[in-house]
């Protein structure tokens, strides 16, 4: 059976400094992978996706970017974080190209830039 | 583009009562419809899925929903709500003919349930 780790589960971090969120999938090959943000009171959005290896598409401008070395993994990453960048980081994975578009999420990671 | 509206940020019920969650999508094409959970501080869950086949879809956990093209709708209910339905519901769509299958959320809505 397929599997989703997303570390870490939490973090606190200051101001100005880096980030690295990472997440693998289990028990599939190339899945499609995605990395959604989800702030208090405004639901989910679509931060990246990624269809392959090196294949990274980013739906919002800001100071995060992804990267997905191999194909089961996805890491989400910051050089200088902001304030606005706090939130619950939710990874996930769907199955490809002819799938009923249906996600699983990973449990989160929650971040907080003080 | 596609977007989904859940009417109510909160929802209330008390134990045994019906449960109605809303939404209503925007699509120019017949979408797929998705309703997920999510209990505190954990990722989301699959409720339910509409794929264009029956447009009464019944999910896990006695959840269903139908899906109401005329309405452009795809309500979430529950005849008799219980203590552990206590979560944050949210409705997305997608459109069925892309090949990297993003979803679209709505806003959610909470939804307690009372003694």
């Known amino acids: 059976s397929q599997t989703i780790h997303q570390w870490p589960a939490t973090l606190v971090q200051p101001v100005g400094s880096p980030l690295s969120l990472e997440c693998t999938v289990e028990?599939?090959?190339?899945?499609?992978l995605y990395w959604y943000r989800q702030a208090a009171g405004r639901g989910l959005q679509l931060l990246f996706y990624?269809?392959?290896?090196?294949?990274i598409s980013s739906e919002v401008p800001q100071n995060l970017s992804a990267s997905r070395p191999q194909d089961r993994q996805f890491i989400l990453s910051s050089k200088k974080l902001l304030l606005s960048d706090s939130g619950f980081y939710l990874c996930?994975?769907?199955?490809?190209?002819?799938?009923?578009?249906?996600?699983?999420f990973g449990a989160g990671s929650r971040l907080t830039v003080l | 583009a596609q977007s989904v509206t859940q009417l109510g940020s909160h929802v209330s019920v008390s134990e045994g009562a019906l449960v109605l969650l809303r939404c209503n999508y925007s699509?120019?094409?017949?979408?797929?419809l998705f309703w997920y959970v999510q209990y505190p501080n954990q990722g989301l869950q699959l409720l339910l899925k509409?794929?264009?086949?029956?447009?009464l879809v019944k999910g896990i956990n006695g959840f269903e929903a139908e899906f109401k093209k005329s309405e452009t709708s795809f309500h979430l209910t529950k005849p008799s709500a219980h203590m552990s339905d206590a979560a944050e519901y949210f409705c997305?769509?997608?459109?069925?003919?892309?090949?990297?299958?993003?979803?679209?959320f709505g806003k959610g809505t909470l939804l307690t349930v009372n003694p």
């Open positions: 996930a994975w769907s199955s490809g190209p002819r799938g009923a578009n249906v996600l699983t």
């Open positions: 997305a769509v997608s459109d069925p003919r892309g090949s990297n299958y993003k979803l679209t």
């Open positions: 028990g599939t090959s190339n899945p499609n």
């Open positions: 990624s269809v392959g290896i090196g294949q």
């Open positions: 509409y794929t264009s086949a029956a447009t």
């Open positions: 699509s120019s094409v017949p979408p797929y």
